[in-house]
């Protein structure tokens, strides 16, 4: 690891730790939800910062499909697990906060709904990857990226006008928002945007060096004469 | 109140957990390195 | 003979011919969607407001699995006799092959739904109180969205590991806005509470966008195999 990331890695916690303070302590309290109300304060942050990196993925996917850079897979790779990360953290988050604002642990809320099928074709998209055997992992991945990402308005469309005919609780809080509470929101965002692209860079040069490492294998099999492999087919993994 | 801390625990939870995977990969391909920097020495 | 639509009759009756002759697909469908109607109406028993609201997803849930069996062999005939590297190395444009094989399931699929559809009416005692004309429309765009999907997402597991698995799990998601619609819509025509229009206009947008994106991109896969 470069010299620089340990201190990025100290400057993000201390910015994390902060934003922990001013979420708990510093934003005034909600009228009529209560202390409950502050897990907007992970809970929206999270869902912004999911939804830039799967865009990202799909700008990544794009570049691929164009000019079929090997980087421009990685950063579809890693933008899509550490996406999902960040997904999973909204539905957890979203219901832990419906169930004692509204009683109820899931509504088909907007936002929360979206997410969830975000949060469905990414992991279809995961399994893609994982189980596809082909050279060409990397391309089929792309295609679906793009797919995924055609879907998304439609979804959107979908959900909005479903909730116009039944309606649902809302969860986020739309509308108007007292400027110190969009201050801690801005505060926790910037720090789990920051939180998000270290992990991204480990992510990424975990996978070169994961990719490093297999094309020596290979490389290694092709020359190597029958008999002296040592390797076992444990290490060999399927794109 | 108790909600409020579930909801950041949990956060917590996940992104940890996701760290920790992606250590012990780290460390496999470490060990790995090793073992072929080994080999090439012999 | 190496333009689109005349490639895409030729490859479509030739497919509608070997299904004819074996009825393969049609059969295993038919028998998967009778089974599937006769366990929900073990499990629900509703009255007849009820049934007219769920009639919509029940009927759609089990076209979906009759279309998911079809789906899964689409490729399969293609993949024993190595056509598709045949078509890889032709000059023959792929959204012909893409295109016939979709027509195709969209024909086998629709069969299986007018044959079905007589069977749910009866089941669960059901009678349109909004406009009826508007259902053929449902069917044939939710039809339509689901099988042009599913066809690309068939060519784009066959390489994988657990092909029949894989199908459905990359489906499933990508199809949810129309499965939605298509719920919503069979719902609101079988009630007549609400207008199914707006439904049906994004059917027929998803529809749009997807037969658009996959005739793009279905030669990327073709090459990926």
């Not at chain 2, 992104?15 to 072929?36: C, D, K, M, P, S």
Request: net charge positive.
């Amino acid at each position: 690891m470069k010299r620089v990331f340990p201190i990025l890695a100290v400057l993000t916690a201390a910015l994390l730790s902060y934003a922990l303070y001013e979420a708990l302590v510093v934003a005034p309290t909600e009228l009529t939800m209560g202390d409950v109300q502050r897990i907007f304060y992970y809970h929206v942050p999270s869902a912004w910062t999911a939804f830039i990196l799967f865009s990202i993925n799909f700008v990544a996917s794009v570049v691929y499909l164009i000019r079929r850079s090997n980087k421009a897979d990685i950063v579809a790779l890693v933008t899509a697990e550490v996406g999902v990360v960040f997904c999973t953290v909204v539905l957890v988050t979203g219901p832990i906060w419906a169930r004692p604002v509204w009683g109820i642990w899931w509504t088909w809320d907007l936002r929360l709904t979206l997410t969830l099928v975000l949060w469905l074709i990414y992991v279809s998209y995961l399994v893609l990857r994982r189980f596809s055997s082909s050279g060409q992992t990397p391309l089929l991945a792309a295609v679906l990226a793009i797919f995924g990402a055609l879907d998304v308005p439609l979804v959107y469309f979908s959900i909005w006008f479903f909730r116009t005919q039944h309606p649902q609780p809302v969860i986020g809080g739309g509308g108007f928002i007292d400027p110190l509470m969009l201050h801690v929101l801005l505060i926790n965002w910037l720090a789990f945007s920051c939180f998000a692209a270290l992990v991204c860079w480990s992510r990424y040069r975990l996978e070169v060096l994961q990719r490093e490492v297999d094309e020596t294998l290979a490389l290694e099999a092709l020359l190597e004469p029958r008999g002296s492999q040592t390797r076992t087919s444990q290490t060999w993994r399927a794109g | 109140m108790s909600y409020l801390y579930a909801a950041y625990i949990a956060t917590w939870a996940i992104h940890v957990a996701y760290l920790g995977t992606l250590l012990r990969r780290y460390i496999r391909l470490r060990n790995e390195i090793a073992e072929f920097k080994g080999r090439e020495e012999r | 003979m190496s333009t689109v639509p005349s490639l895409t009759r030729a490859t479509l009756a030739k497919d509608l011919r070997l299904e004819w002759r074996s009825k393969d697909a049609i059969n295993s469908m038919l028998f998967f969607s009778l089974l599937v109607v006769v366990i929900f109406s073990f499990s629900f028993d509703p009255t007849a407001e009820e049934s007219r609201r769920i009639a919509g997803g029940l009927v759609w849930v089990a076209f979906l699995f009759a279309a998911v069996v079809a789906l899964n062999q689409t490729w399969a005939r293609e993949m024993r006799n190595q056509v598709l590297d045949a078509y890889r190395v032709s000059p023959a444009p792929p959204n012909a092959l893409f295109l016939a094989k979709v027509v195709g399931n969209f024909i086998f699929v629709t069969v299986l739904q007018a044959l079905m559809t007589p069977l749910f009416i009866v089941f669960y005692n059901l009678r349109a109180l909004g406009p009826a004309y508007q259902l053929p429309m449902v069917a044939a765009l939710g039809t339509w969205a689901l099988v042009v999907n599913g066809t690309f997402f068939a060519a784009m597991s066959l390489r994988t590991r657990s092909r029949e698995i894989m199908l459905p799990l990359l489906l499933f998601p990508i199809s949810i806005p129309a499965l939605l619609a298509m719920v919503e819509a069979t719902g609101a025509i079988l009630t007549g509470e609400f207008s199914a229009k707006f439904w049906i206009v994004l059917l027929a947008a998803y529809d749009l966008v997807f037969t658009i994106a996959s005739l793009f991109l279905f030669g990327f896969v073709l090459q990926a195999e």
